[in-house]
């Protein structure tokens, strides 16, 4: 995909969970060159994850899902 500066970007999704993401907004991150990696996925292959953060510019967290004592401020 293209951003408004006309470089090409790709975006990643890591760890989303299947039941909170419609069939609709599947579609559309799939349509729009993304990768999709599910939550069971991460558990079972976390070493394959590496090649997607690597080559990222941007990572955000949601830090509500992480659990207090791996984050505790």
Request: aromatic share 12%.
């Amino acid at each position: 995909m293209a951003n408004n500066l006309g470089v090409n970007s790709k975006g990643n999704l890591v760890g989303y969970q299947s039941y909170f993401v419609t069939p609709e907004q599947y579609g559309f991150l799939e349509d729009h060159n993304f990768d999709l990696v599910r939550l069971v996925n991460v558990r079972n292959q976390m070493n394959e994850l590496e090649p997607l953060f690597r080559d990222c510019d941007f990572v955000s967290f949601d830090m509500s899902s992480l659990r207090q004592a791996d984050c505790p401020a």
